[in-house]
């Protein structure tokens, strides 16, 4: 809820000047899904593969925080996640609610100090800050399709579509011809490639471009 929204707005900030607003439209996304939701897949992807060390960095912090509450008496119910909804719906079977706003803000500040520092002096290529002469420009979703399918390599490479809540999952008979930069230009926070399977992370958007991505591959 607090830390890694933390971390993607320090992303968010630490892009260049001229990728900021794209930038910030995929990372105040991921960070509310995050926030409400309990889904860090959309931000954790956005730096895992670019930036390994911030990983390594989350995995240790968001380790700490459980011996933090267990010493200050702090309980938190969950099911599904971490996230708001859970929170407030399962408040009942939390103790010292009023401790995890104070705790929680100061992890967002050390999260978004932390990651700041880190992506400026070791020059991480997150989100915006690519090597890239030009980035492409946002487009709207039913835009998106023709460009995307071409990224996944064209129709003919395109075995199976499908997604889910935050990724949209490409099964394509030959995974050289897919285009990882050009997805990232589209919007992708990241690209993962297992076997003959490509997903892209493009956050909550996913099922509408694997509908608008279908009905193009279908024609």
Avoid at 2 to 13: D, F, R, S
Avoid at 52 to 57: A, E, F, G, T
Wanted: net charge neutral.
């Amino acid at each position: 809820m607090y830390g890694l929204p933390a971390a993607a707005i320090a992303i968010w900030h630490s892009a260049k000047p001229e990728n900021r607003a794209k930038v910030g439209g995929i990372m105040i996304s991921a960070a509310l899904t995050s926030f409400l939701t309990g889904i860090t897949e959309p931000i954790e992807f956005s730096f895992m593969f670019v930036a390994p060390i911030l990983y390594v960095i989350h995995a240790i912090l968001a380790g700490l925080a459980f011996p933090i509450c267990i010493l200050l008496g702090m309980r938190d119910g969950t099911s599904f996640s971490h996230g708001l909804i859970d929170f407030i719906v399962l408040s009942g079977n939390s103790s010292k609610l009023w401790l995890f706003p104070i705790v929680g803000i100061c992890y967002a500040i050390v999260y978004y100090v932390v990651f700041r520092v880190l992506i400026k002096a070791l020059d991480l290529k997150t989100p915006g800050r690519e090597d890239t002469s030009e980035d492409a420009k946002a487009t709207a979703t039913s835009e998106m399709a023709p460009a995307l399918i071409a990224a996944f390599g064209g129709k003919e490479n395109i075995t199976n579509l499908d997604a889910c809540i935050t990724r949209l999952r490409v099964s394509v008979a030959d995974v050289a011809k897919v285009d990882q930069a050009g997805l990232k230009k589209l919007g992708a926070a990241g690209v993962v490639v297992a076997g003959s399977g490509v997903q892209a992370i493009f956050g909550t958007k996913s099922d509408n471009l694997k509908t608008e991505d279908g009905r193009l591959y279908s024609q």
